[in-house]
Structures are given as structure tokens and as C-alpha cells.
T-cell receptor, first 113, second 114 residues
Framework: KAGVTQTPRYLIKTRGQQVTLSCSPI?????VSWYQQTPGQGLQFLFE???????NKGNFPGRFSGRQFSNSRSEMNVSTLELGDSALYLC????????????FGPGTRLTVL | QQQVKQSPQSLIVQKGGISIINCAYE??????FPWYQQFPGKGPALLIA?????SEKKEGRFTISFNKSAKQFSLHIMDSQPGDSATYFC?????????????FGAGTQVVVTP
């Protein structure tokens, strides 16, 4: 069974631009969570989607948004990029709401210049 | 405010030795405690997890010890191997919030010397 896939793997943007990252969960998994990983702040929860609905949101500004499609694939968008948005963005999937194991993808490395 | 505190920040252990990583939490609503292993350039991989109704769980060379009253849990890596050199993260979450929202510790970089 294929794991969680994320595209693109690497991205370079400049300040003020916007970016869209994509995540395909494990087949049959309906929940997708997004995390930001930086050396300074560690792993921080961004948001979670289940059945196309946002279930939970972390403490990030409104520039960070996401959505989930009917096939459970998810995208996150960051608008008006700042230097501090440079990070590894990780997506994780779970089978259902009552299933607690989360499986992570390889991440998208975003660099903001 | 970090809800899960992890220590040490790094540790060096000889091949065959035991690596011990500790975590503490405050939120009593947490009811699921996974450990993740991350290699450079990779996403975190689920290693082992525990629920608070058991005090210990063992899978191969990896053991979680859980102390509910002290709100602490730890990972023991027995017979450490060079291939275990990685960063380890403890995490916690609870059904009342969402199991999809993991609160992570800061991570421990483990180096196993030959």
C-alpha cells in the first residue's frame, strides 16, 4: 500500500508570493493533518481535515489555509509569504476519526527568499 | 506554551547500550502517546504508541514506560544500533480535542557510536 505522498518535495519562493502544497493520504484514509517543522519551533500543528471539513486549527495566522477534496486529498495554501515561513511542511493521514495512528509523508521543504 | 516537554535534547550511546528519552505532559485529557523516529530528509515514522490504561508496551527493542500519576512517559531503546541514530519525538493527543492534533515534544537527537 502506498504511503502518504506530498508534492512538490522542494519549493523556493520569494517574500510576498503565495504557495500551494498538496498531500495525498494513504488509500482509504479520510483524515489529513498538516504540521510545520522548523529548527526553532519544532513540530507544530496547523490544521486537520476530515470528510472535507476542517476539524481543528492550530495557532497560525489566517495566511495559512487548507482544504480537503472528496477523494481525501488535501492542499494547504500560504499567502503573502514571509521569511519565517521557511520550513518543512508535513502532512499526516489517519484512517477515520476514531482511529488514532497518524502516518506522515516525506514533507515539502519550502524556502522563502 | 509547549504542552509536552522532552529531554534530553541529545544523547550519545555506544552500540549495544540503552537509550532513554523522557517526556512529561500537563493536559490530563491526553489519552494517546506515540513516539516517532525521524531521519534527515524524511518525515517522522510512527515507532510505537501507548494508551494510559497500560504502564508498559514493548515492541522489539523499543519499550514505552508510562506513569499516569506522574504524567510522564519514556522511550527505552535496548541494544542500540548505529541504524537507530535519528531524532526521536514524543507526542500526545486526546479524543476530546482530536486525535488528529498531535502535540510534539522538542525532539531528542540520538547518536549511536560503533
Amino acid at each position: 500500500k502506498a504511503g502518504v505522498t506530498q508534492t512538490p518535495r522542494y519549493l523556493i519562493k520569494t517574500r510576498g508570493q503565495q504557495v500551494t502544497l498538496s498531500c495525498s493520504p494513504i488509500s482509504g484514509h479520510r483524515s489529513v493533518s498538516w504540521y510545520q517543522q522548523t529548527p526553532g519551533q519544532g513540530l507544530q500543528f496547523l490544521f486537520e481535515y476530515f470528510s472535507e471539513t476542517q476539524r481543528n486549527k492550530g495557532n497560525f495566522p489566517g495566511r495559512f489555509s487548507g482544504r480537503q477534496f472528496s477523494n481525501s486529498r488535501s492542499e494547504m495554501n500560504v499567502s503573502t509569504l514571509e521569511l519565517g515561513d521557511s520550513a518543512l511542511y508535513l502532512c499526516a493521514s489517519r484512517k477515520t476519526e476514531s482511529y488514532n495512528e497518524q502516518f506522515f509523508g516525506p514533507g515539502t521543504r519550502l524556502t522563502v527568499l | 506554551q509547549q504542552q509536552v516537554k522532552q529531554s534530553p535534547q541529545s544523547l550519545i550511546v555506544q552500540k549495544g547500550g540503552i537509550s532513554i528519552i523522557n517526556c512529561a505532559y500537563e493536559n490530563t485529557a491526553f489519552d494517546y502517546f506515540p513516539w516517532y523516529q525521524q531521519f534527515p530528509g524524511k518525515g517522522p515514522a510512527l515507532l510505537i504508541a501507548i494508551r494510559p490504561d497500560v504502564s508498559e508496551k514493548k515492541e522489539g527493542r523499543f519499550t514505552i514506560s508510562f506513569n499516569k500519576s506522574a504524567k510522564q512517559f519514556s522511550l527505552h531503546i535496548m541494544d542500540s544500533q548505529p541504524g537507530d541514530s535519528a531524532t526521536y519525538f514524543c507526542a500526545a493527543t486526546g479524543a476530546t480535542d482530536s486525535w488528529g492534533k498531535l502535540q510534539f515534544g522538542a525532539g531528542t537527537q540520538v547518536v549511536v557510536t560503533p
